[in-house]
């Protein structure tokens, strides 16, 4: 049977092919370019965020699932000093508008065309695409921000990026992949759905004008004996006028694993793939949906003529380090070129896909079904590789050190060293199946195959865990990866397959026992990974409780004593913190100050002790000893 494959990639302005994309001659000087700015941010906000990120995501770790309000984010990350202001003035200066979104870091901007080709020096060009109704405004010119706008602005999305729409076929002989498939006890195991009063909650993002139709979904469901449920929310515009076969996939199968978990629809306006536009959308939001899916990527050093500015990959990351300590899980999809990102031999380099190779995001590989109806091989075209080190290395990804080290120390056949980096961060994270998926589109079924159908199926997998976890009591899973490494026995291992993309005489990385860059750790069983995942701690709900006697009279190495006065309640406070955890403490408390003394309250003349408290704002829990002026002397 023939599957469809959607593939969505971006290329740089320095590539022989544009994707389709037909240059129609400059732009109308007063069209508008919609663009994001993301802002930066002081070093030391970036450590708090990323030592909290990875405290609130370790199930090993007291402070697992102790996540952040959107207000308690927006203290934490704030940009550097200056940035806002900068900015705003530069914007009205070149007569650009610009709006702060999201959680404070990301400028919503628009511009005519005039005021971009003045503000940075290109000329913006209209290209209409061979093959779709659709146009965007870009510049074939070299861009850079200008720098002193590069001295607050980290990156700039709707300049130099050209959307690529194509479409493949794949052939397979074994059974269609559809609901029944996905949740057999011999598959990944999904024996339930969500509770009726479901606390989850699920989300897809789409770009390219990829809307859904309310009435597919209604008929995939009938078809396949799914409960009925429409979406929750639908945003953006068109969403729910038309059907793309993605956006069909990715709704359809995201229920049909994660059935009654309340769904979210969020397609981005225009024909952009701009993934801060995105999150800048989710993090401003006070309760936005708690697993996302997305199935869109490109090659981040190369492949089909493109790269990535490190800079921009930053700025993506930091956003997806903000969405995990907000307690929020990010599946991507790992590709569906293998290895190569439909350029095989650019610069003799394999091209990982962006966004899915940051470290705080988890990839989503594919494998593809035995005519027997079993699986135990990876899907020839699943992306994976690694992080070219420009970017990230393993030591921004922890979690998979010991797995990745593993597998170069398995002695399983090597691609050529000098086609990859093996410092990188290793991709995908997990897989799922991913050839010849029944979908419903403009009320007809068809075959669709890539990594955009086993992404939604294992989000909406942990999606349903959420559920159970959340009906228990327990906080969202959010950041997935460390909990993914610490339990293979929630995966099968898939140790047959190379994604070499099919080709006779090309090679990629080949599956082996254990994790691998072609599958992850493999394949999800839902119930071995529900019962690892409701084995963690319960969220402190208690904002403040008071345990005797006194917590900090003597601090134990590796703690220090630190105090800190707030004169308006007229009190001094005593704690014992590591000190590796100052930055961390002190954006909660910026009077926070190392004690030179073992009394520093009563040195003060904050003689009386009054009361312990233990606080805990989001993953912060610390214990305070509360002094008070001896009032006989004042």
């Not at 990026?161 to 996905?182: I, Y």
């Not at 805990?616 to 008070?628: E, L, N, R, S, T």
């Amino acid at each position: 049977m023939l599957s469809l494959i959607v593939v969505s990639v971006l290329a740089s302005p320095t590539a022989s092919l544009y994707g389709g994309w037909k240059d129609a001659g400059e732009a109308l000087a007063t069209a508008s370019v919609p663009m994001h700015f993301a802002l930066r941010h002081a070093a030391e906000a970036e450590d708090a965020l990323h030592s909290m990120f990875l405290d609130v995501s370790d199930p090993l770790s007291s402070n697992y699932g102790n996540h952040l309000t959107k207000e308690e984010l927006q203290k934490l990350i704030p940009p550097a000093p200056g940035s806002v202001e900068y900015t705003k003035a530069w914007c009205l200066e070149h007569e650009f508008s610009c709006d702060l979104v999201g959680s404070g870091d990301i400028m919503k901007v628009s511009a005519s065309v005039a005021a971009v080709n003045s503000a940075f020096g290109v000329v913006m060009h209209k290209f209409q695409h061979d093959r779709h109704p659709t146009y965007i405004l870009r510049t074939l010119d070299d861009f850079e921000i200008p720098s002193l706008l590069s001295a607050h602005v980290q990156a700039v999305t709707g300049i130099e990026q050209f959307p690529n729409l194509n479409f493949r076929q794949v052939s397979s002989g074994a059974p269609q992949v559809t609901p029944s498939l996905l949740r057999a006890a011999n598959m990944y195991n999904i024996s339930e759905n969500a509770s009726p009063a479901s606390k989850a909650s699920q989300a897809l993002v789409e770009f390219q004008g990829q809307g859904y139709l309310p009435s597919d979904l209604a008929d995939f469901e009938q078809k396949f004996n799914l409960p009925a449920q429409k979406l929750r929310n639908v945003n953006g515009p068109g969403a729910n006028e038309s059907a793309g076969v993605e956006a069909s996939l990715d709704v359809q199968y995201i229920i049909a694993t994660g059935t009654g978990v309340p769904t979210d629809f969020y397609l981005h306006a225009g024909g952009e793939f701009d993934v801060l536009g995105w999150a800048s959308f989710v993090m401003g939001q006070t309760n936005p949906a708690l697993v996302w899916s997305m199935s869109y990527g490109e090659g981040v050093n190369g492949g089909n003529g493109g790269v990535i500015k490190p800079d921009y990959v930053h700025s993506f990351n930091t956003q997806m380090e903000q969405f995990g300590v907000r307690g929020l899980s990010v599946l991507i999809a790992s590709g569906d070129s293998g290895v190569y990102n439909r350029l095989p031999f650019e610069d003799g380099k394999f091209h990982p896909s962006f966004p899915a190779c940051v470290p705080a995001v988890t990839a989503v590989g594919g494998t593809i079904l035995n005519e027997d109806g079993s699986e135990d091989s990876a899907w020839d075209h699943s992306g994976g590789g690694f992080t070219p080190r420009e970017y990230y290395t393993r030591a921004n990804a922890s979690f998979q050190e010991a797995a990745v080290k593993a597998y170069f120390s398995s002695g399983v056949k090597l691609p050529e060293a000098r086609k990859y980096d093996n410092t990188g961060r290793g991709i995908p994270d997990v897989s799922a199946l991913s050839v010849d998926y029944a979908v419903v589109t403009s009320g007809q079924t068809q075959g669709v195959s890539g990594t955009s159908a086993s992404t939604p199926t294992v989000a909406g997998i942990f999606s349903l865990i959420n559920d159970k976890r959340q009906e228990a009591g327990k906080a969202p899973l959010g950041f997935l990866n460390p909990f993914i490494y610490m339990n293979p026995q929630g995966f099968r291992d898939i140790k047959k397959g190379e994604n070499n993309e099919g080709g006779l005489f090309k090679e990629g990385f080949q599956a082996t026992t254990g994790w691998d860059p072609v599958t992850g750790m493999g394949t999800p069983n839902y119930a071995a990974l529900k019962a690892a995942a409701m084995k963690s701690g319960r969220r402190v709900k208690t904002k403040v409780t008071q345990p005797e006697p006194r917590c900090c009279q003597t601090c134990t190495d590796p703690l220090k004593k630190y105090f800190s006065i707030v004169p308006l309640l007229g009190n001094c406070g005593e704690s014992c913190i590591d000190p590796k955890d100052y930055k961390l403490y002190h954006f909660f408390e910026p009077n926070l100050t190392l004690a030179t003394t073992p009394i520093p309250c009563a040195r003060r003349g904050y003689t009386n002790y009054t009361h312990t408290e233990t606080h805990h704002f989001g993953p912060i829990h610390v214990a305070v000893d509360f002094f008070k002026k001896n009032t006989s002397q004042i």
